[in-house]
């Protein structure tokens, strides 16, 4: 069973739009908190409705075969309000590719984007290439990201993924984020397929 066929919720369409509204009004929200400045009346003030909404919505927690979040395959990153907007412009089981925006929020400084956040979204492409070429659940046992220029924030950059190579249940994928012609980053990660026994993936004892 795949990733996607694991988590994915069966939404009506209208409940999906309403979704996608919603992490994008947050995700705008996000960007233009982290660029705000010093304004106290305004962060009393946001502070006040960031706790309305807190209260409406822990009452409601509920687990994670039951969760909207990242589990509505028919938006951008399933709906993952957590990661960049990666919009896949076409997948097969060699290659992926799309195009990504990485608003203020991603920002880590000198308006490039954050190192961690060039390897979330390696993490994303690489593993959806994993996922789909290995035709089940892979998991990521290394990630490495080499840093070949910083990646602007605020504009539209290319992510591609392929296969380096296979070798029995271990697939080396490899990536990059481009912006025009200048290579961003370069990905390289080692993902497993998971056997049936192994359930998810590794865990620690509660
Ligand atoms: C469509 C939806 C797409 C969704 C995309 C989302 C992608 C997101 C993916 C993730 O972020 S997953 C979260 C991050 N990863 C983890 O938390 C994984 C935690 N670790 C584990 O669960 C296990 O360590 C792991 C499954 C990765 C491997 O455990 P196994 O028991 O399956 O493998 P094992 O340790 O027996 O090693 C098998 C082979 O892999 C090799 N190997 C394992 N880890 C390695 C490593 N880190 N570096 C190099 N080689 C490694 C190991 O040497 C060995 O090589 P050989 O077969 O050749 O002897």
Redesign the pocket.
Known sequence: M???EMFKGDFAAEDVRAYGTLVENLHAVQNALAAMPMDREAIDGLAADLASWRDRLEPAVTDEQHQVNGRVAELPV?GHAMLPELRVSSRTKDRVEGTVRFGRWFMGGGMAVHGGAVSLLF??VL??LA??AAGGI?????LHTDYRALTPIDTDLEAVAWIDRV????WFVRGEIRHGDVVCAEGEG?F?R??PE?GL??RTED
């Open positions: 795949s990733w996607e399933r993490d994303e593993g959806i996922s789909l892979t998991r990521t046992a290394y070798e029995g249940r271990k080692l497993l998971l056997l192994q993936g590794r």
